[in-house]
């Protein structure tokens, strides 16, 4: 995974305001981030009872984010067109867009799986490194000490990865660290600094059960290597070692393969009790990201630079069963429903896509924002899809819950 700052990716349109809306008082802003620059950071602060957005009031015509675009002397369509043309999708390989063109599904937009709910401001997005945006975080500083539960006294780690199962919590930070969290209990209960590399970013965190039942933990770092932990009694029970530096894993199912994706052109299947390579899934044309499998264990989601998702059925993995196409961006991370019907799509910014599995992916409902996505996910049941997205006016959590249609009207809707 390459070091950028985020601010190497801002985005490139400037905004103007009316003059009257610039004569109007300004509130005091908040304190810059580091790493995240706002697009609309010359906008005003609202107050608090403001910054949310419910669904009846996108349909009386607020804006889903609340941005005043009737105050702005350019509409929200002309801005949308705007950044579609100049946004700058980050590559490490300048892979051939022709050729992926030729290669992606023709997919029907406009359906609509999951209704908008709510938007809310008072809980903030936010990304760490321009390429970790697969989950809705919240950055926090972590400095509890429970002495004799930790292989290594931490503090002040800045979460880089997330990943919730059950009633475990499991943590990466961004220098290599691993936290192990009970949520049914106050404090950690386990936490390590997995590598002194100075590039070691926990990139990924996975929970699984493997194949005989046990939880299991595995980390991906940028030291090219994933541990496995057991989620019981915190030890590392393996370690593997590949070519290039591991972006994200996810054990399938079954728990008896893991897909590696990394700094590599590659996707691999491996044995997860050996490490060792069962499958070299080729295709993609740049570094991956958010592997994803598909309930039923069969089907697997790969996420790229080349700004496509590819679909492998590894019964056939010779090549891939469809190329799905993002807007402008990478395929930073990808979620499928509990029930497999819905798959979710991260760009890494403004663009969610949810499709249909069983129209073969070729229905596609589009969620239009503004901002980083800072992650997305399903609600276990899964009747609700979370989106996070990353901005330092606009930066937010948006909630959308699953559309239901009684059968005899489906037809209406196809």
């Not at 980390?219 to 370690?239: G, L, W, Y």
């Not at 989601?301 to 080349?306: E, L």
């Not at 990478?330 to 497999?340: C, E, N, P, V």
């Not at 896509?353 to 992916?361: A, I, L, N």
């Amino acid at each position: 995974m390459a070091h950028l700052h985020n601010n190497d990716l801002e985005y490139v349109v400037d905004e103007y305001y009316d003059s009257d809306f610039e004569e109007e008082p300004q509130l005091q802003k908040g304190d810059e981030m580091e790493s995240l620059d706002s697009d609309f950071e010359d906008d005003l602060e609202f107050n608090k009872s403001s910054t949310d957005t419910t669904a009846v009031e996108l349909r009386n015509g607020k804006d889903i984010q609340g941005i005043p675009w009737e105050r702005l002397n350019y509409t929200r369509d002309k801005y949308r067109e705007t950044r579609l043309k100049q946004y700058k999708n980050y590559e490490n390989l300048s892979p051939s867009h022709e050729q992926i063109n030729k290669e992606c599904l023709q997919v029907t937009k406009g359906k609509t799986f999951y209704d908008f709910q709510m938007n809310t401001r008072h809980v903030k997005s936010k990304i760490v490194h321009f390429q970790v945006e697969a989950f809705i975080p919240l950055p926090f500083f972590f400095s509890t000490k429970r002495p004799g539960l930790f292989t290594q006294s931490l503090s002040r780690v800045q979460i880089s990865s997330m990943a919730v199962k059950d009633n475990i919590l499991v943590a990466g930070g961004f220098k290599g660290e691993l936290i192990f969290k009970y949520l049914d209990h106050p404090g950690a209960a386990f936490c390590t600094k997995l590598t002194s590399n100075k590039n070691a970013i926990t990139n990924a965190v996975d929970i699984y059960n493997s194949p005989s039942g046990s939880m299991r933990i595995m980390a991906a770092n940028n030291d090219a290597k994933i541990r496995d932990f057991d989620a019981v009694s915190f030890a590392c029970t393996n370690q593997f070692s590949f070519d290039w530096s591991v972006n994200s894993t996810s054990a399938r199912p079954d728990g008896k393969l893991v897909a590696v994706l990394g700094d590599s052109v590659e996707c691999l299947l491996a044995d997860s009790q050996s490490g060792k390579v069962a499958t070299t899934l080729k295709g993609h044309l740049d570094y991956s990201f958010s592997p994803a499998w598909h309930p039923d264990g069969r089907i697997l989601a790969t996420g790229n630079q080349d700004t496509t998702c590819r679909l492998w059925d590894i019964r056939n993995p010779s090549t891939s069963l469809a190329v799905l196409k993002g807007n402008m961006g990478a395929i930073r991370g990808l979620k499928f429903t509990s029930d497999g019907r819905f798959l979710a799509m991260q760009e890494p910014a403004d663009f969610v896509h949810v499709f249909d599995v069983e129209s073969g992916y070729v229905k596609c409902q589009e969620i239009d924002l503004f901002g980083e996505i800072a992650g997305i996910s399903f609600s276990p049941d899964p009747e609700s899809l979370f989106v996070g997205v990353a901005d330092r006016t606009y930066g937010s959590v948006l909630e959308f819950s699953r559309r239901h249609y009684d059968c005899c009207f489906d037809s209406f809707f196809d």
